[in-house]
T-cell receptor
Framework: DADVTQTPRNRITKTGKRIMLECSQT?????MYWYRQDPGLGLQLIYY???????NKGEISDGYSVSRQAQAKFSLSLESAIPNQTALYFC?????????????FGEGSRLTVL | EDKVVQSPLSLVVHEGDTVTLNCSYE??????LLWYKQEKKAPTFLFML????IEKKSGRLSSILDKKELFSILNITATQTGDSAVYLC?????????????FGQGTTLQVKP
């Protein structure tokens, strides 16, 4: 089983619909992140959370909201989806105590907004 | 504004060739530079570099950081078709111990048989 699990893996929706992408992790990490990936733009940080009571905006938070329901769960919502939110979304976790500082990514959620 | 720029954006080589991927950065309070490999799904970690001039190696892959000139290179020798992927460079920096990574656009490498 994956350590960082995202659902759904693929979703097609229409403009104006509310969408939620969910992320759960079994790594026991406090830090969780949501990134968006578009072709040619790398990964851009949407929101990040250091613990259940700590939520922070990233580079491109407009049009998105998040909820940290528990240490292991971090969900991303699009209140009213628009076509330019079509992208591949990644959830990630990290442990500030590790030497490498690496992020551990989920498998990604591909969202298409028509 | 903090930024990470990778070059080239795409590269096509034949098996056995050696490739060098570049990553330059302008990031306040630099802490580390990381390389990831992304095939069809999630990025997987390759290296983390924090000190200038110290090469990290893993098999045919190696990487080095120059903190004076603000860049890093990732070398892949004797390339194989399995090396085909997007290679992402990311820099941790900014204020506080945030763990936020600023990513470059990625370099898409295609290795032909």
């Amino acid at each position: 089983d994956a350590d960082v699990t995202q659902t759904p893996r693929n979703r097609i929706t229409k403009t104006g619909k509310r969408i939620m992408l969910e992320c759960s992790q079994t790594k026991g990490h406090d830090r969780m992140y949501w990134y968006r990936q578009d072709p040619g733009l790398g990964l851009q940080l949407i929101y990040y959370s250091f613990d259940v009571k700590d939520i922070n905006k990233g580079e491109i938070s407009d049009g998105y909201s998040v909820s940290r329901q528990a240490q292991a769960k971090f969900s991303l919502s699009l209140e009213s989806a628009i076509p330019n939110q079509t992208a591949l979304y990644f959830c990630a976790t990290s442990d500030p105590g590790t030497v490498t500082g690496e992020l551990f990514f989920g498998e990604g959620s591909r969202l298409t907004v028509l | 504004e903090d930024k990470v720029v990778q070059s080239p954006l795409s590269l096509v080589v034949h098996e056995g060739d050696t490739v060098t991927l570049n990553c330059s950065y302008e990031v306040t309070n630099f802490r580390s530079l990381l390389w990831y490999k992304q095939e069809k799904k999630a990025p997987t970690f390759l290296f983390m570099l924090t000190s200038s001039g110290i090469e990290k190696k893993s098999g045919r892959l190696s990487s080095i950081l120059d903190k004076k000139e603000l860049f890093s290179i990732l070398n892949i020798t004797a390339t194989q078709t399995g090396d085909s992927a997007v290679y992402l460079c990311a820099v941790e920096g900014g204020s506080g111990n945030t763990g936020k990574l600023i990513f470059g656009q990625g370099t898409t490498l295609q290795v032909k048989p």
